[in-house]
């Protein structure tokens, strides 16, 4: 049965009305050029709620005339796309010049719900290519079309995905490979890297404009501020902090921390080698490219730090009075936001009813107990969410079997147990408020590597319903669902050697 029509989602595609505040920026900040498009495109994959977010009757997905839009073969009324500009640091080391080298933004849609950009990824070759050839591949296509959906499904902020459109067309990567165009959705996709580009020049005229752009169109409270600019850095920082907490207690690692990777609105921004945590590893690396292990899971924090510091550095002249950039990172609270959001997601995970002074000093425990025995991280706080409050002696291992299981040296996991149950008494809650509570916030499925390439291997012979099965299953990642226990299940030994890297 389908979800009720959202009352937003009522217009067809002639109907969209678009609009592009960027493209209101000077013409160096961006190329006006259409998208190369894709030959005899089908439809991959479509999501119901972007659709419907953006205005868009879902109905329209049925028509021949979707596809040729969203494969950049069909420009709508009002659309001017572009490609912008950016730099940034990659892997720490200053890369200069970037752009969008593969995305066309086509124009902006309005409503009450607010501004979104429409951006196509793998239409074709931009100024900004470097060389390359603008495609994106069926396989990083649907990858980040599931991360984007399941990332939102799971309350982190991110960029949406609206549709994969596919073509028989061959990309070369390792392999030969066919090309597909992934629609992203977000209200902007400004990074840390659009103001390096123009801090590194020398533009401060072309800086100070960006910066007025994002805050009068995005974060126009800043205006109230003696200095809206350093109030700006305040607000990237506190969400940027806020974002990555939410990565960590959901053992999410992007894989490309880079500067020109990092949404201004502190959203999660360009899927490529992601992964999910799966047998605990602190220092897990999920992108094979990264080979010093800069972005490994436990160094996520300290690099989105180092990441506004070069945020600040592009903008100490907007700022001004801050006696350093990492002084102006430090009075933007980014190191507060994250570490109070991480501890109020922990404590929500671990099923605290309130915060206690030891609670800081619990969860440093708790990662230690994961570090050491390795247990699947997803499966590990499920399980522990119906485990009760207390426990007799007698039925103590059986009650907490579903837990103990998943431990080579069971003793170490009584031992923990011992001190969590210790620490629910100190702030006691009903074992069905709290299992409720828990289980709302505990994900039971989550977007594994093998899943996805599950759905690759059988959309690259033309099946997308295995894609479909996994967008709907993913959508609803805290819920039971009777038909979908397999998706929970640990990686198949097939699986064990999945590798993801920056090639797509």
């Not at 994002?214 to 350093?230: G, M």
């Not at 490219?289 to 070069?310: F, H, I, K, M, T």
């Not at 980014?334 to 609670?359: I, V």
């Not at 039971?444 to 291997?457: F, G, P, S």
Request: contains cysteine; proline residues 6%; negative net charge.
């Amino acid at each position: 049965m389908n979800a009720p029509e959202s009352p937003l989602a009522h217009a067809t595609l002639e109907e969209l009305v678009f609009d592009n505040s960027f493209a209101g920026l000077p013409e160096n900040f961006y190329t006006r050029l259409p998208p190369a498009g894709l030959p005899d495109p089908y439809l991959v994959a479509f999501s119901q709620p972007v659709a419907e977010m953006t205005g868009l009757t879902p109905q329209e997905a049925q028509r021949p005339l979707f596809c040729e839009v969203f494969a950049g073969n069909v420009l709508l009324a009002g659309s001017a796309p572009l490609a912008a500009v950016y730099s940034g640091h990659q892997f720490g080391v200053w890369a200069g010049q970037l752009g969008d080298g593969r995305a066309h933004l086509l124009g902006g849609l309005s409503n009450r719900l607010g501004h979104w950009e429409i951006q196509l990824k793998g239409a074709g070759r931009t100024p900004y290519s470097r060389g390359a050839d603008g495609r994106a591949v069926l396989r990083s296509s649907i990858r980040e079309f599931l991360c984007s959906e399941a990332m939102a499904a799971l309350g982190i902020p991110t960029t949406r995905a609206l549709c994969v459109v596919g073509a028989d067309l061959g990309v070369r990567r390792e392999a030969m490979e066919s090309a597909a165009v992934v629609t992203r959705v977000a209200p902007s996709f400004v990074r840390f890297g659009s103001f390096e580009h123009w801090a590194s020049r020398g533009k401060n005229g072309e800086l100070q404009r960006l910066a007025d752009y994002v805050i009068d169109t995005f974060r126009p409270e800043c205006r109230s501020f003696d200095n809206p600019y350093s109030a700006l850095l305040a607000d990237v920082a506190r969400r940027t902090g806020e974002l990555i907490a939410h990565w960590m207690a959901a053992g999410f690692m992007h894989g490309v921390m880079n500067t020109d990777n990092m949404s201004i609105l502190g959203l999660t921004l360009d899927y490529g080698p992601f992964g999910f945590m799966e047998a605990f590893d602190a220092g897990h690396i999920c992108n094979h490219s990264d080979e010093g292990g800069r972005y490994a899971y436990r160094n996520q924090p300290q690099v989105a730090q180092w990441n506004l510091y070069r945020l600040a550095d592009a903008m100490a002249t907007l700022i001004g009075s801050k006696p350093s950039t990492a002084q102006a990172v430090v009075d933007a609270h980014y190191g507060d936001a994250f570490e109070s959001r991480f501890e109020q997601l922990m404590r929500a995970k671990l099923g605290l009813a309130a915060a206690h002074p030891s609670d800081e000093d619990f969860i440093a425990e708790t990662f230690a107990l994961l570090q050491q025995h390795r247990p699947d991280f997803t499966l590990f706080f499920r399980a522990l969410s119906r485990l009760p409050a207390a426990a007799n002696r007698e039925n103590q291992a059986t009650i907490d079997a579903p837990l103990r299981d998943q431990f080579i040296d069971r003793s170490a996991c009584d031992t923990w147990l011992t001190h969590w149950r210790s620490r629910q008494s100190s702030t006691p809650w009903p074992d069905d408020q709290r299992e409720a509570a828990m289980l709302a916030v505990n994900p039971k499925y989550i977007l594994r590597n093998w899943l996805a390439e599950t759905a690759i291997r059988h959309a690259r012979n033309n099946d997308f319903s295995e894609l479909e099965r996994l967008r709907v299953c993913l959508s609803r990642p805290y819920d039971e669902q009777p038909g979908f226990e397999s998706y929970a299940a640990l990686p198949p030994d097939w699986a064990q050697g999945l590798e993801v890297s920056c090639s797509s």
